[in-house]
């Protein structure tokens, strides 16, 4: 079974840049989440999905982040513009969605670091 | 609200040595929780988990963790540490109903041979 796809794996922009990140889930799974790990930190949850509709964005800042989930399947982040503090990685998770708790059992991508200079 | 602390930012073993971190959770009701680790340039894998019953539960690669209600806890442990274990170790907890973990801010492990 495919895991968590991610890409790019890196990316290095100048502040005030725009930049997207792309992630597609583990087949089958209903909820996708994208987290952000600043260097030192637990991943903190940005936005979560259940199929293509947000459950929870209240940590996303709006005014420059946005992240849509097309057909259910796979997600796009984007950040526009960049600032020198989003340099961090950014991770994708995917679980089953059921509402059971075993939807609490999340899956990771690889991540995608991110530098702002 | 759920939190979870990690106390140990870092811990230096040495290759054979039994290990502990320590993990402790704040949620009012009977809490899901996780522990995952995290190699360098990698993501997050899942180790093992807690929902209910035995409160002893085996993971993956040999490690194990103990659930203590009375103290909050669910301390990580593998008796015998192995070089390939040198990786961030994160603890979570499961929060509401939104499927949402709370991750706490990792333990660096540092494997000496």
């Known amino acids: 079974e495919a895991g968590v796809a991610q890409s790019p794996r890196y990316k290095i922009i100048e502040k005030r840049q725009s930049v997207a990140f792309w992630c597609n889930p583990i087949s089958g799974h209903a909820t996708l989440y994208w987290y952000q790990q600043i260097l030192g930190q637990g991943p903190k949850l940005l936005i979560q999905?259940?199929?293509?509709?947000?459950?929870?964005d209240s940590q996303l800042p709006k005014d420059r982040f946005s992240a849509e989930r097309l057909k259910g399947v796979d997600s796009t982040l984007k950040i526009q513009p960049a600032k020198l503090e989003d340099s961090a990685v950014y991770l994708c998770?995917?679980?089953?969605?059921?509402?059971?708790?075993?939807?609490?059992?999340?899956?990771f991508g690889p991540g995608t670091r991110l530098t702002v200079t | 609200a759920q939190s979870v602390t990690q106390p140990d930012i870092h811990i230096t073993v040495s290759e054979g040595a039994s290990l502990e971190l320590r993990c402790n959770y704040s949620?009012?009701?009977?809490?899901?929780l996780f522990w995952y680790v995290q190699s360098p340039g990698q993501g997050l894998q899942l180790l093992l988990k807690y929902f209910s019953g035995d409160t002893l539960v085996q993971g993956i690669k040999g490690f194990e963790a103990e659930f203590k209600r009375s103290q909050s806890s669910f301390n990580l442990r593998k008796p015998s540490v192995h070089w390939s274990d040198a990786a961030e170790y994160f603890c979570a907890v499961g929060a509401g109903n939104t499927d949402k973990l709370i991750f706490g801010t990792g333990t660096r492990l540092q494997v000496f041979p």
């Open positions: 999905f259940q199929n293509n509709g947000v459950v929870d």
């Open positions: 949620y009012g009701a009977t809490p899901y």
């Open positions: 998770a995917s679980s089953l969605g059921t509402g059971h708790r075993s939807s609490y059992e999340q899956y």
